[in-house]
């Protein structure tokens, strides 16, 4: 395929300059089988690449992902099959071979400016490739330097199809020189919510024992964030008699003495113990958390205030549980502000705010409303996920794997 005139011009642009050093000998070989390249522009979509994968991979397909990222990102395992590098700098040399070396099967590139000698040796190999776009990202191609006309319409030519999830861009992509017929809306693209398993048999047993009870959950709070949970818990109590407080810890031998200094009636689930009329807190590890959510119409995450939350949002969110939050939001902040963005969760500032949270939740038609939209949040992207599966099936039965 012949290479565009607006290419070739940016590259002699470029000749004489200096170029990044080349690392790919530190590549390891390409494995045998199919390859999926999934480029994460920006953090959010690693964890994305890391659950499709997991998903393609639970329908029995053996395809590796290799997950390119901009600059050194901290990545859960992936597994075996999973390859993770940094994008090489597309002035050196590293760029103009990096699709030689790896001939992925199928290219998914989602954030980030485009690369130009990146994807322009892209086309010497007969992969298929998918722009996945979004508001968050900056300029539509990262050009190292002056931008020549043309290598926009160059590069977005290459694609076989771009997904955005926000009609303004998709616009822009169009403009830009993407055919129409090639742009689909979508929503955006975000790692599945974990499906936390339960016992239904429990969750009949407890929902027996709590009756008619109000509830509402801390999960894995950090002990310097008791006090204003007990706080809370008063405050939201005055307001909602025989109001229960289901606490799962990390580290419950840990918290149980502050609540019994405080005074509470304490029910130990890892003893047994099942909650009384005059049970104040039920206190619970963290291995049944798909019960507990399932229970409680409202969850505080813990260490959102105090510290770091252990605990993804979008657990709770898809469960049906109306989401809290202080400002401390960790590796999660993407997805705490696609919940604040969307009415389906109240952010607190401090921990005297708990309180009034709560008490703002205990209407059931009010929590029932934050549970709604942050179902809707947290499972949206599962038709992009599917529709990229899809891809992927595709392009691994071309690839003959």
């Known amino acids: ?51 499709l994968m997991a998903e393609f991979r639970a329908e029995g397909e053996a395809a590796t992902l290799l997950l390119t990222t901009e600059q050194a990102t901290e990545v859960r395992s992936g597994g075996d099959r999973t390859i993770t590098l940094v994008l090489p700098d597309d002035r050196g040399e590293d760029a103009a071979r990096f699709t030689g070396h790896w001939q992925p099967d199928i290219l998914i590139w989602s954030g980030g400016g485009l690369r130009p000698r990146l994807l322009d040796r892209s086309r010497d190999h007969g992969m298929r490739r998918i722009l996945i776009d979004s508001p968050g990202d900056a300029a539509l191609v990262d050009a190292g330097g002056p931008l020549v006309p043309g290598v ?20 822009q992509l169009i403009r830009s020189g993407l055919p129409q017929d090639r742009v689909r809306r ?9 499906v936390l398993p339960f016992v239904e048999s429990d969750r009949q047993e407890m929902a027996r024992a709590l009756g008619t009870r109000p509830v509402w959950l801390c999960v894995d709070p950090l002990p310097g ?10 405050q939201a109590a005055r307001r909602a008699h025989r109001l229960l407080l289901i606490i799962a810890a990390s580290e419950p031998d840990t918290i149980a003495p502050i609540l019994s200094e405080e005074g509470l009636d304490v029910a130990h689930r890892l003893a047994g113990d099942e909650p009384s009329f005059n049970t104040d807190v039920l206190l619970a590890d963290l291995s049944e958390p798909g019960l507990w959510y399932r229970l ?5 995450v813990g260490g959102t205030v105090d510290g770091e939350p252990s605990r993804d949002p979008f657990e709770a969110a898809a469960l049906g549980s109306a989401v809290i939050h202080g400002p401390a939001e960790g590796p999660y902040g993407h997805r705490f502000r696609a919940l604040q963005g ?39 992207g599962s038709e992009t996920m599917s529709h990229l599966i899809d891809r992927l099936r595709e392009a691994v039965d071309g690839s003959g794997g």
């Open 296 to 300: 409680a119409p409202m969850t505080f």
């Open 1 to 51: 395929m012949a290479r565009p005139l607006s290419l070739r011009a940016l590259f002699a642009l470029r000749r004489g300059k200096p170029e990044a050093p080349a690392d790919g000998g530190a590549w390891p070989d390409r494995p045998v089988g199919p390859l999926v390249w999934f480029h994460a522009g920006r953090p959010e979509f690693v964890d994305a690449a890391l659950s």
């Open 186 to 194: 979508m929503n955006p693209l975000e790692s599945a919510p974990p």
């Open 225 to 234: 964030e008791i006090d204003f949970i007990i706080a809370a818990h008063r």
């Open 342 to 380: 969307a009415g389906a969760s109240r952010k607190i500032q401090s921990g005297t705010e708990l309180g009034y949270a709560v008490v703002g939740l205990l209407s059931a038609d009010r929590a029932a409303q934050f549970a709604h939209a942050g179902w809707d949040v947290a499972t949206r």
């Open 152 to 171: 926009t319409r160059a590069l977005l030519s290459l694609f076989d199809e771009a997904l955005c999830s926000d009609a303004e861009r998709a616009a």
